[in-house]
C-alpha cells in the first residue's frame, strides 16, 4: 500500500530529538506514537524504523519518538517525559501534513520505553491517548519491581530519587488508555510474572486490558523486524487498534468491552 513518509524531523536543538512519521493512504485510527528500548540511553529514531514499517504495513499510522538521553542532554526521566510530549505534538503535526484525519494518538512503548510512554500518557491529559500498547514491559523502576540487576543503576539515574512516583505500577489505573501488553516467555531482562503485574492491576481497577504472550521470544523482541516475533506482535498490535484506536462514530467515546 501506499505509505507516505517524513525521516528524522526537528522538534528541538539536541540530535536525538527527532520524529519518524509513517501515514499509510488507508489509515483511520489513531497515530501510533513509538518510544523505542535501550534502557534510555538510546533515543534514536532509526532503531525503531523496522518495526514501524511492520505496523505502517498493517495500515497503521506511526510515528517514532527520538529523545535525549540519560547523561546527553537528560539528566532523569523528567527530561526524556518532557522531550517525549513535545515529540507526540510534533508528529501530530506533521502526520497532519502527510493526510492523517484523526486528530488523536495511541501510545507504543519497547522495553524500557513502555515505562516512558506510559509516563507519557499520563500528562496527555487534554487529548488522552485512545490506547497503549507495551512490548516487553518494564512495569517498575523499584529494585525486584520490573528490572534486572544488571540495569537497576540506569532506572536509579532514570528515577532521580523519584522511583515511585514514576513507576507505572502507581499510576492511577484510570489514567491508563486501553492497554495490550505483549511479553515474550523468554524475557530475562524483565520476567513475564512482572510484566503481568500491570495487567492485573488494571483488570482489577475493571480497565480495559489484555495480555499477550509470544512463545520463544526475548527482551528485545521488536528490534528485529524480520523474526516471527515482531511479527506476531505486529499482527496482535494491529486488531487491538482497530477495536480501541479509532474515533468514535458519533460522540468520540471509545468503542469496545472491557476485558
Not at 538521553?69 to 539528566?75: K, M, N, R, Y
Not at 512516583?165 to 524475557?187: N, R, Y
Not at 528490534?223 to 487491538?240: C, H, K, Q, S
Request: glycine residues 12%; hydrophobic residues 45%.
Amino acid at each position: 500500500m501506499p505509505i507516505s513518509a517524513t525521516l528524522s524531523l526537528s522538534y528541538g536543538a539536541h540530535a536525538r530529538q527527532r520524529v519518524d512519521v509513517f501515514v499509510p493512504d488507508t489509515a483511520t485510527s489513531a497515530l501510533l506514537c513509538c518510544v523505542g528500548a535501550g534502557w534510555w540511553l538510546d533515543g534514536r529514531v532509526e532503531a525503531q524504523r523496522g518495526f514501524a514499517l511492520l505496523l505502517a504495513e498493517r495500515g497503521i499510522a506511526v510515528a517514532n519518538l527520538g529523545h535525549r538521553p540519560l547523561g546527553d542532554g537528560a539528566q532523569h526521566g523528567g527530561d526524556i517525559v518532557d522531550d517525549l510530549v513535545a515529540a507526540v505534538a510534533k508528529a501530530r503535526e506533521e502526520a497532519s501534513v502527510l493526510g492523517h484525519n484523526s486528530p488523536s494518538v495511541a501510545l507504543l512503548g519497547h522495553g524500557s520505553g513502555s515505562l516512558a510512554a506510559l509516563l507519557v500518557a499520563a500528562r496527555l491529559l487534554g487529548n488522552p491517548p485512545r490506547a497503549m500498547v507495551a512490548c516487553s514491559l518494564v512495569p517498575g523502576l523499584e529494585p525486584g519491581t520490573g528490572t534486572s540487576a544488571a540495569h537497576q543503576t540506569h532506572c536509579d539515574r532514570f528515577a532521580g530519587g523519584h522511583h515511585r512516583e514514576l513507576s507505572p505500577l502507581q499510576l492511577d489505573p484510570t489514567k491508563v488508555p486501553p492497554l495490550l501488553t505483549i511479553h515474550g516467555d523468554a524475557d530475562v531482562d524483565v520476567p513475564v510474572a512482572l510484566a503481568r503485574a500491570m495487567h492485573t492491576r488494571q483488570i482489577g481497577a475493571d480497565e480495559i486490558s489484555t495480555f499477550d504472550v509470544i512463545a520463544g521470544a526475548g527482551h528485545a523482541f521488536a528490534v528485529d523486524a524480520l523474526g516471527r516475533p515482531a511479527r506476531e506482535a505486529a499482527d496482535r498490535i494491529a486488531t487491538f487498534l482497530a477495536e480501541h484506536g479509532r474515533e468514535a462514530e458519533e460522540d468520540g467515546v471509545l468503542f469496545g468491552c472491557k476485558s
